[in-house]
């Protein structure tokens, strides 16, 4: 009698593998392989065959191929445009990601309105909330347009149809985690089930060639809940960032197949829905009301220089210190705590240490460095730092402070916003109002940081 076989999946990750184990040797996950049914096996075998029945065509010299002409279109929001490289990319398949309420369906339902404006047929698909919910939402977004078609269904198949049964220009998934598909017996959500669902959807994308965009959530630990293959299959990745009582919100690339993930799209909740921000000044920072651990500082969100405050709480420790951080590199602060340690001789390691980055901006360059440590410094020695001063630097596990990119536009950004003074690595190349102390050690701040 032949063997029956077997295969298990690990639900968090995708690893396959014959043997039963008890934890995952791809993402270390305990309990999380679980056994396929004979019929998703057969399902795996079935798709993974169409490449090799489809892959009848001859390769080509890449000198003979035309390339590929690609006419982007407008979402009607610029900041979107902007994430996106330039607007939204025909027969492309986008997956938005974000928090629970950080304003996917209401981002994207309001595209879904500009485009519908713009004469464009648009099919909203949404397996969580009924089409009335999402009208009383579109009546709010001045999102009511006759092309903006609601559809409330989990089930791929009668979606598939319905994207069959009309030439839809945008499609609009909410959310990936709850269509199901019948041809894998998995719970919605499920591996199995989210790749079945991208797989039909990149499918559908490419040959009808209809910009579809999908919306996941994500994990506490900020992944999309789901397999990381979903990542793999789509052409473009974003992220909402952004503290949910505040009502800014950054739209983050994390991968495009069409143009670079440089760029953030900054937008503001109110009444009216998801709108692209008018203006960044002073937008996560109160100068009147600098206290002790706070530091100002520029980053570069893509082209935009953003002045943010970066706070730090310092305080004696009772029993094993503790380091945790929000919006910056948890590793980055314990180095920074470790350099501090050995080049200024402060007991930090009997100090827990709170790092928070105001707006709930997630800091991703190393220029903050220096302001991080003025923050540090500010709180342990409960002095406020001066609410003109900036501090700008990379430090490096010397304790020497590297340039930074982009300096004459942040310099210039910090004049305009009204402030005198900056702490820099360099001296900067063009004439610059600001008056610049260049510090080149960590050693050599502190002179200056309560100046
Ligand atoms: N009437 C209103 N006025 C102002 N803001 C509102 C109003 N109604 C909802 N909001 C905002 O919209 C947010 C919900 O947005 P939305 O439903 O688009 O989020 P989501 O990311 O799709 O969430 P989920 O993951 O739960 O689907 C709320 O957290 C709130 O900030
Ligand atoms: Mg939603």
Redesign the pocket.
């Known amino acids: 009698m032949a063997k029956k076989k077997t295969l298990f999946e690990c639900q968090a990750c995708g690893f396959q593998t014959p043997r039963w184990m008890g934890k995952c040797p791809s993402c270390n996950e305990w309990e999380s392989l679980v056994e396929l049914s004979a019929q998703q096996i057969q399902f795996l075998k079935e798709s993974s065959s169409i490449t090799s029945q489809t892959a009848t065509s001859k390769a080509k010299p890449i000198t003979d191929i035309s390339e590929d002409n690609i006419i982007r279109f407008s979402s009607g929001s610029k900041e979107l445009d902007l994430v996106l490289g330039g607007g939204i990319v025909p027969g492309s398949l986008t997956l938005i990601g ?10 994207l339902l309001k595209i879904a309105g500009n485009l519908a404006t713009q004469e464009r047929t648009v099919l909203y698909v949404s397996g ?1 909330e009924s089409a009335g919910q999402i009208k009383l939402r579109a009546n ?1 977004l001045d999102a009511n347009h006759e092309k903006l078609y609601l559809l409330s269904e989990i089930n791929l198949s009668t979606v598939i149809s319905e994207i069959s049964s009309k030439s839809y220009n945008f499609i609009v998934i ?2 990936i985690q709850t269509l199901y598909s019948e041809e894998t017996p998995s719970a919605p959500g499920s591996v199995t089930q989210v790749r079945t669902i991208t797989f039909e959807l990149m499918r559908i994308a490419k040959s009808l060639h209809i910009p579809i965009f999908i ?1 996941g ?1 994500i994990t506490k630990d900020g992944s999309i809940a789901g397999p990381r293959v979903l990542e793999h299959m789509v052409d473009t990745v974003l992220y ?1 960032e952004g503290d ?1 009582n505040s009502e800014l919100r950054l739209l983050r690339g994390f991968k495009n197949r069409f143009g670079s993930t440089n760029e953030v799209g900054i937008f503001e ?3 009216r829905g ?1 709108n692209d921000a008018k203006s960044m000044a002073g937008r996560f920072f109160d100068k009147e009301k600098l206290q002790s651990g706070s530091a100002l500082t520029v980053i570069m969100e893509g082209s935009r220089p953003i002045i943010i405050e970066v706070q730090a709480l310092v305080s004696e420790s009772y029993g094993h210190a503790k380091r945790s951080s929000t919006g910056f590199d948890n590793n980055r602060l314990n180095m920074l705590l470790a350099l501090l340690e050995k080049k200024l001789d402060l007991p930090l390691g009997t100090h827990d240490v709170y790092i928070n980055i105001s707006g709930g901006i997630k800091i991703n360059e190393p220029s903050a460095d220096l302001a991080i440590i003025a923050a540090i410094l500010s709180s342990y020695r409960d002095r406020a730092l001066s609410s003109e001063t900036l501090f700008l630097g990379e430090v490096s596990l010397t304790g020497e402070i590297r340039e930074v990119s982009g300096l004459a536009q942040r310099l210039k950004e910090i004049e305009t916003q009204g402030f005198k003074k900056a702490i820099v690595p360099a001296k900067p190349i063009e004439k610059s109002a600001i008056k610049c102390f260049i510090a080149d050690e960590v050693s050599k701040v502190v002179e200056w940081i309560f100046v």
């Open positions: 974000g928090s629970p309420g950080i304003g996917k369906s209401t981002l969580e709010r909410d959310s919306i959530h909402f949910t909740m109110n009444s998801l």
